[in-house]
């Protein structure tokens, strides 16, 4: 089980990854349309553009704001995922359910996490507060060659 927790840890720090830079891409076409708009505005002598690119950048800055808050704590508890922490978990059993609403990607992400992070094992792993160690298995006997 200590695999899956691991790997539920690296998809959402992914898919917060991916949403962060979604984000940043948002603010550039925005900031790109903003400074288009005033350009274009100031070129044309009508005021517009000019009164409308303030509104398109401060637009961009608060969706990538908005997707930040929504991606930092699935980025942070996939981290502390990786780590074993006890509150990774119930940050995580969190962050499952409401990727739950983000289809079909999330979905997916969110069922998966529900079902590692309610798992007996995993709930064993996580009370402990050690990292699982599993010793190496002795090597299978050989047999001897004929003579």
């Known amino acids: 089980m200590r695999d899956h927790i691991k790997i539920l840890g690296v998809l959402n720090i992914v898919w917060a990854s991916i949403t962060i830079v979604i984000g940043l891409v948002v603010l550039f ?9 005033s350009v274009a505005g ?3 002598s009508d005021n517009g553009g000019i009164l409308v690119a303030p509104f398109m950048a401060i637009l961009g800055v608060f969706i990538v704001a908005i997707v930040c ?19 990774a978990r119930v940050l995580m059993i969190i962050i499952s359910v409401l990727h739950l ?11 998966y996490g529900l079902w590692v992070l309610f798992h007996d094992d995993t709930k064993r792993i996580f009370d402990s507060n050690t990292v699982p160690y599993f010793p ?12």
């Open 29 to 37: 076409v925005f900031g790109g349309l903003a400074g288009f708009l």
């Open 136 to 147: 190496p298995q002795p090597p299978p006997p050989t047999m001897a060659p004929n003579p």
């Open 42 to 44: 100031a070129a044309n």
């Open 101 to 111: 609403f983000s289809v079909p990607i999330g979905t997916a992400l969110g069922v």
């Open 69 to 87: 808050i929504v991606s930092l704590p699935a980025l942070i508890g996939g981290i502390g995922l990786i780590k074993y922490k006890n509150w």
